[in-house]
Nanobody, 131 residues
Framework: QVQLVESGGGLMQSGGSLRLSCAAS????????IGWFRQDPGKEREGVSA????????FYADSVKGRFTISRDNAKNTVYLQMNNLKPEDTSVYYC????????????????????????WGQGTLVTVSE
């Protein structure tokens, strides 16, 4: 059974750090692109970052570049999102998602932030950043 499980969310003060984890089961992350998204009530899901499981190439939204770092541990079948210098506007529910990597990095660059591209989704973890 394919499953993605996020963890690591919580409450943090502005300027602090959190690390989110996305543990996969039922499939091997190496062959997939893993993305992190966030969504606020009444708003569209926003792409935050993504990583290719095989090449390790990473992608970031402009709003998080220089603050967030995505990484993967293929041995643990887990992807991480290290979030530093958190801001109140980072408050959201964060989701990880996966789609099988059958395209190259140049195509992933164009597609990674579009939710319909993804096949599997986790249940989400809440991140709250206070002033």
């Amino acid at each position: 059974q394919v499953q993605l499980v996020e963890s690591g969310g919580g409450l943090m003060q502005s300027g602090g750090s959190l690390r989110l984890s996305c543990a996969a089961s039922g499939f091997t992350l190496y062959y997939y692109v893993i993305g992190w998204f966030r969504q606020d009530p009444g708003k569209e899901r926003e792409g935050v970052s993504a990583i290719s499981g095989s090449s390790g190439t990473t992608f970031y939204a402009d709003s998080v570049k220089g603050r967030f770092t995505i990484s993967r541990d293929n041995a643990k079948n887990t992807v991480y999102l290290q979030m530093n210098n958190l801001k109140p506007e980072d408050t959201s529910v964060y989701y990880c998602a996966a789609f099988r990597r059958i395209i190259g990095d140049s195509e992933i660059q164009e597609l990674w932030s579009f939710p319909p591209q993804y096949e599997y989704w986790g249940q989400g973890t809440l991140v709250t950043v206070s002033e």
